[in-house]
């Protein structure tokens, strides 16, 4: 009785601060969605007010109507994101699926590279891919951040297809031998069908750095009409040094939507993929 | 030997056609870089005067050394970590205990909690740069109107004193919820059956804390660990965004500084042996994590 109490009591009590956690950790996505929806005059009025006194959508129309450069931010991070995940996706499947289930010679050192690569943080690449961009003309162009991007995600994604590879049951590689499939039907129309949480999970990890990432984007993209949005959207900022925070608070807004969307639809994956690949490395 | 078989020569030619994509790529775009890195860390390379990098030895890291503003960066970074890290263990390793129970709205909980690691760490330091800011900052409103401590009010980022704590809290922001969900997953793995042998014996609650809980949780510890450890050490996109390194040079970091001496002092030797002294730091940090919390084997 007494026991069963307190249990009651200890789930009233995580629950609570269940609540207060994520409402912490909201709290400033929320500010900024609220703030996007006041008027300007309201924004900069002391005392601040936390729920808008009126909903306005004057901010968003100014974005996609006075700020030609978000859209531009916008296609770039959509185009450079895509691009990646085209390279990654299959380029790690295949080598995921020979390092996995084939044994051949040069594995073990394609191996140890991954691993090597791995633990090297990305600011040892920053200056020589900047200046072979430069020798090769790709600074400020899509192409100049998802070749680099590619090579930089395929590591872990490797890492996450070998596993996945090699939890398939080897009786249905050899069955689809025996029935005459060559290397690639077999790899292609037999196992790859059977790793697609693998994919998932590579989609969305991949996707959430290539969103993110700043500081490749910001030394190899000078150029506005090349920047995505996590190096355009902090150089917005107006005379003084400062943001208008009105119209970056919308900016904000829209540029956090579709990653958020992956993101819940994908959760599962990335969890699941990162540790893969995490405890291997 | 290989070419006498025909069998296995094929076998050779068509793991490796599997691999050329991306052999290829991460030739070119790691392996050559990591190479070119190296050499040009030993050279003298002004990438604007200099065409090409010119062999130096140990200069530029003999050079780092006596250079304040690099001292200055390394304990900068030191202290990042300092802070940031028993935070996040700790605020982490809480949570993932809490939330380890079946309580309603767990999954809602936990997504919001994990919410952040799809922020762009520079859009959050946009977002928080907004929070700190004196006037229109709703921390400072926070303060003075909401819970009547306006003593307590600050010019969070122009603060030398405020604002490397300032670039911390955002880094626990977005990356704690992170730490928990694989604490979660470590807790998940420890088997039931250890929990219900000690209910039979009548251990209590916090007893099972210390005695099963936390010694099972060892390879977590060195995983949420080592992750965590990188994340502070690597620390830069925040910090930009929101400081520059300033004010003075209070929120000069290590990452910061490499850019800084690459692109704008065009310095590339420079920038590349703060490179890899970071890199031989965190490379360094995590072999020895690796070791303290080597899971027993039995």
Redesign the interface.
Known sequence: MLRKEKNKSYRILVFVIGVIASVTVLSPIIWIILTSFKDVKEIYTVPLTIWPRKFVWTNYLTVVEGLPEFPTYFFNSIKVTIGTLLLVLPASAAAGYALGRREFPGKAIINLFIIAILAIPFLVFLIPLYIIEDILNMLDTNIGLILPYAALNLPLGILVMQASYREIPSELEDSARIDGANAFQTWFQIMTPLVITGLAAVTIFTFVAVWEEYMFARTFMVNTSAQTLAVGLPSLRVESKSWAYGTLSAALTLSLLPISVVFIVLRKYFVEGVLRGSVKG | M?KRDPRKRN??I???L??L???L??G???????L??LR?SFSEYN?VYSEKPVFNGLTNYIKLFQDPHFLVAFKNTIYYTLVFFPLFMLIALC?AL??N?K????G??Q?????????????????????FSQ??G?LN?LLA?VLHLPNLQRFWLGDTQTAMNSLIAVGL?KYT??GI??FL?GLKAISSDIYEVAKVDGVNSWQNLFYITLPNLKGSFS?VGI?GI?QA??V??QV??MTNGGPGTSTLVL?LY??KN??SFFN?GI??AI??F??AL??II?VVFKFVLKPEKG
């Open positions: 290989v076998n050779f068509v793991s490796w599997f691999v994509p991306a052999v790529l991460m070119a775009f790691l392996l050559y870089p990591l070119s890195a040009i990438f949570l809490l939330l129970s309580v309603k709205g767990n809602i909980f997504t919001a909690i994990l919410l952040p690691i799809v922020v762009p760490l520079s859009l959050a330091g946009i977002m928080f740069t907004w929070i006037d229109f709703i409103h109107n922001w919820g992170f969900i694989l997953s995983l992750w990188i050490i690597k830069y996109d930009v965004v990452y490499a850019w690459a692109f590339m920038g590349e490179a890899f970071t890199a965190a490379i995590s």
